[in-house]
């Protein structure tokens, strides 16, 4: 407060009343103008205490001003954690990158920190949502909006299915990316962008395909075409996004005509059941018969091989006899004779009747007819 004592003494002059020297006055709020008296030590005692006051409040703000100083500068340190990257910013510009672990940047406004987690799976669900019911399971509530898709041959199918992907490049995904998208915050932003990425991806691959294989044995083709082409347009965004899979969780024709579809998957299941039983009969019957064919051949040459050999044997055995017959005829004739009727009642399997020769001309040999039926062997 400043005081004004060369007009406080002309006042006081004026007013006819006793003046004091500006140095006797008593300064302070308790001064003549504001009820103070002359020769008052209370008065002045709590003028001196004010001013004693006053005097003090200078090195209490300078305590605060270093307080908020070192905690404006300790508003710098942050941490990231394992699965996550920093990304610092100089005045909203891109400046460096650093590794999970403790860090400082400048404090803001000068620099800031982004903590995107680089090592998190992230999914996206398309043409259907998992919602909560209100006993607190998980339940799938399609979205035509999303699902309706027409196939290369004019049909319509709802297709739904997830796309997992993950964060490759921070700096691309943070700074690079061109969003126009209103209305979202901005962990949605880019869910957002590859939802409706993934939507014009699997819109031209299904396209192109026939309903058929969309419904059946073409599912697994439909995802990696799907997959490539998806990450294709992130790259044209510089999104920094890497599609991991994309998976189809239902593919299935409009419900109106849901029931002609399944008569038809069913006739095709048969079909191919029917040609899945037709081929494995083929598979069974086909080598067993080309092993009995082959088991014929074998026996069959095996045999004219035998016979050939045999007939060779026979050959040379009777050139080698006739040889020694014309040597010795009488001779050869009597060994020959001998040789039969040794093998003759050497056999064993032969019944055998010896009559000497007067008994064979008083008896009437005849043929033993009652065992005619009975087999026997070399008679």
Do not use: C
Not at 148 to 168: P, R
């Amino acid at each position: 407060m400043n005081w004004d004592w060369e007009k406080l003494q002309d006042k006081r002059r004026r007013q006819g009343g006793n003046s004091r020297k500006p140095e006797e006055e008593p300064e302070g709020p308790f001064g003549p103008e504001n009820g103070g008296g002359r020769g008052d030590s209370g008065i002045r005692q709590m003028n001196e205490a004010f001013k004693q006051l006053r005097r003090s409040r200078l090195p209490v703000f300078k305590i605060l001003l270093v307080l908020l100083l070192l905690g404006w500068l300790a508003s710098g340190i942050f941490i990231v954690n394992p699965e996550e990257v920093g990304v610092i910013t100089r005045f909203g510009k891109y400046n460096r990158r650093v590794d999970p672990g403790p860090h400082y940047h400048l404090p803001y406004p000068i620099e800031q920190a982004m903590t995107p987690k680089v090592l998190h799976m992230q999914r996206v669900e398309i043409g259907f949502r998992n919602v909560r019911a209100n006993t607190g399971q998980a339940v799938v509530r399609g979205v035509l909006e999303e699902a309706a898709m027409l196939t290369g041959d004019e049909n319509i199918v709802n297709v739904q299915f997830i796309v997992q992907y993950q964060i490759k490049d921070p700096v691309d995904f943070l700074f690079k990316a061109d969003l126009q998208i209103s209305n979202l915050n901005s962990a949605d932003i880019y869910s957002e962008t590859v939802k409706n990425a993934a939507q014009a991806a699997m819109r031209e691959v299904i396209g192109g395909s026939l309903i058929d294989s969309a419904l059946t044995d073409g599912k697994n083709q439909i995802q990696l075409e799907t997959r490539d082409l998806l990450q294709n347009i992130l790259d044209r965004y510089s999104s920094g996004i890497q599609v991991q899979a994309v998976q189809l969780q239902d593919v299935t024709p409009p419900q109106e005509v849901s029931a002609s579809f399944k008569d038809v998957a069913s006739a095709r299941e048969d079909r191919i059941r029917s040609i899945n039983e037709a081929e494995a009969y083929s598979n069974e019957i086909l080598p067993r018969t080309r092993g009995e064919a082959a088991e014929i051949l074998n026996r069959a040459e095996a045999y004219k091989k035998a016979v050939a050999e045999k007939a060779n044997g026979d050959a040379q055995r009777f050139l080698s006899v006739l040889a020694e017959y014309n040597k010795a005829k009488e001779v050869t004739q009597k060994r020959m004779y001998l040789e039969t009727m040794e093998a003759i009642l050497s056999s064993p399997g032969m019944e055998k009747v010896i009559i000497g020769g007067e008994a064979g001309r008083a008896v009437l040999p005849f043929l033993p007819l009652n065992r005619a039926e009975q087999p026997q062997g070399g008679r």
